[in-house]
């Protein structure tokens, strides 16, 4: 007898290793992109057979309701988002993202402080992305910032994680995904994020690591947006992740962001264009964003010179007065290599629009490999 129970016994923890193998083998890497109607792009121009995981962006929250809701215009891309990429990747995740830089965060805020409007946005959410055919959810609140705010972060992403396992168990369907997309560390300035409840409510999050600098940025000096490293002051995306890690939160947890943009800044003088240059300002109005073609784009109609800095791990162009800080393919192999050495769940980009000819993203897919 008990021999037989120490057989049974043997068997069933064989079945679960076995079982428990084949979940973190499917848990593989993501290789993610962004897309977002602002960018003109159609939907279906995305080659998603460069990515594992596509994010439409962005769902909104009705501020009177805590309802995520979608727009009337962006409705048709939305609706038909997943079906459109499958069609060049049939095993392609999708996620409807929600929120984004430029959405309130007051009323996430304000959403996120009492249970009955956080079920409101949790039950809105999981039922646009069953409608939808969406595979999971991702939340961009940009950003929680305040002790509260950060408190209620995890009450949310705590009752989100129940939300969907309840929904699964009782529909039967495949359990939704759950991202979100953070801050480049893992305090936001002096807030700590709620590493314990991020942990066990997200598969994994998406670090933002770009927009250190811009030419709208005091002092007013050319500057790397996104650098892997930083040896002046440790603002970049290394130091970020390790924020992250040393926090608690475990490496296979989290996805490095890449930028397929960059920023102008009008130099001062157009004989000093190094990094941390003087400069005055954006050299095209606004806050100098250019997406990767459009600098591919001016670099071939000038002629403007092409530098890559391995110390930072990013490059930069100059013709004249105008100079471009962003990342070419060599910074993106760099990161994305960088990426999988720390043991990274993977990479995504902000925003798959941007892309020139898809070399970004074809170099980031071939950088990681299989």
Known sequence: MAHSRRLSLLLFSLCFFIFQSH??????????GYWFPGSGFPVSNINASLFTHLFCAFADLDPNTYQVTISSSNLPQFSTFTQTVQQNNPSVKTLLSIGGGGSNSSNFSAMAAQPTTRKSFIDSSIQLARSYNFHGLDLDWEYPDTRTDMTNFGLLLNEWR??????????GNTTLLLSAAVFRSSDYYTLDYPIQQISNSLDWVNIMAY?????????????????????PDQVSGDAGVSSWIQSGLAANKLALGLPFYGYAWRLLDANNHGFFAPANGSANGGDGSMGYGQIRNFISQNGA?????????????????????????????????????????????????????WALSQTAFQAWGS
């Not at 129940?162 to 529909?171: H, K, Q």
């Open 23 to 32: 979940f973190l083998s499917a848990q593989t890497v993501i290789k993610g």
């Open 162 to 171: 129940v939300a969907v396992a309840n929904e699964s168990r009782t529909t």
């Open 211 to 231: 927009d250190f600098y811009g030419p709208l940025w005091f002092p007013n000096l050319t500057a790397p947006p996104a650098p892997l490293y930083n040896p």
């Open 305 to 357: 010179q092409t530098v890559y800095n391995s110390t930072y791990v990013s490059d930069y162009c100059y013709s004249g007065t105008t100079w471009i800080g962003y990342d070419d393919t060599q910074s993106v192999f760099t990161k994305v290599t960088y990426a999988k050495q720390k043991g990274l769940f993977g990479y995504f980009a902000w925003h798959v629009g941007a892309d020139n000819n």
